[in-house]
T-cell receptor, first 110, second 112 residues
Framework: DAKTTQPPSMDCAEGRAANLPCNHS???????VYWYRQIHSQGPQYIIH???NNETNEMASLIITEDRKSSTLILPHATLRDTAVYYC???????????FGTGTRLQVFP | DSGVTQTPKHLITATGQRVTLRCSPR?????VYWYQQSLDQGLQFLIQ???????AKGNILERFSAQQFPDLHSELNLSSLELGDSALYFC???????????FGPGTRLTVL
């Protein structure tokens, strides 16, 4: 599985968009980009995933660059409850396990 | 609430002991995954079962073992416990081999 690089921490004002970057320059053609988050010590929560097209769901949007070497998770209107560690994971289609890196600790402030 | 349940929530035991952690997946999910989260190692994949069969193995120690029963619940057995085994243990489930996994609340194991 390709390695990912994320900034260790970010801040965001409540109500503003939070843009979390992820580099995955060694990603292969059959590897998907997944995003999870972990609020305090709760179990990780799935957010979104994509292969090459941009994706949007009720939680977030995922923007993947054309060369697929990086992506950005967008929380359109961050709330205090979005304070968490966000993990960007690259996962091959034919594997099951998730390999978590160190993630980005997002702090949303009032 | 993900629909995945784990028991117990907390477990305190001594070195050398053996414990069993239990996981009930979401209704209908055939895959169960176990992860360990410690302060120095982060979230690490241990093992996966699919419909009763072991499907993938990660960084699981030989002192650890798991199984999935016919009713699809799973147990993670940890033996000859060491101080370094203190961690949060998460179970996750998914309908198949999806990367969209649903995590339980975890079991916090403290080895004294």
């Amino acid at each position: 599985d390709a390695k990912t690089t994320q900034p260790p921490s970010m801040d965001c004002a409540e109500g503003r968009a939070a843009n979390l970057p992820c580099n995955h320059s060694t990603i292969s053609g059959n590897e998907y980009v997944y995003w999870y988050r972990q609020i305090h010590s709760q179990g990780p929560q799935y957010i979104i995933h994509g292969l090459k097209n941009n994706e949007t769901n009720e939680m977030a949007s995922l923007i993947i660059t054309e060369d697929r070497k990086s992506s950005t998770l967008i929380l359109p209107h961050a709330t205090l409850r979005d304070t968490a560690v966000y993990y960007c994971i690259v996962r091959a289609y034919n594997t099951d396990k998730l390999i978590f890196g160190t993630g980005t600790r997002l702090q949303v402030f009032p | 609430d993900s629909g995945v349940t784990q028991t117990p929530k907390h477990l305190i035991t001594a070195t050398g002991q053996r414990v069993t952690l239990r996981c009930s997946p979401r209704s209908g999910d055939l895959s169960v995954y176990w992860y360990q989260q410690s302060l120095d190692q982060g979230l690490q994949f241990l093992i996966q079962y699919y419909n009763g069969e072991e499907r993938a193995k990660g960084n699981i120690l030989e002192r650890f073992s798991a199984q999935q029963f016919p009713d699809l619940h799973s147990e993670l057995n940890l033996s000859s416990l060491e101080l370094g085994d203190s961690a949060l243990y998460f179970c996750a489930s998914s309908p198949d081999f999806s990367g969209e996994q649903f995590f339980g609340p975890g079991t916090r194991l403290t080895v004294l």
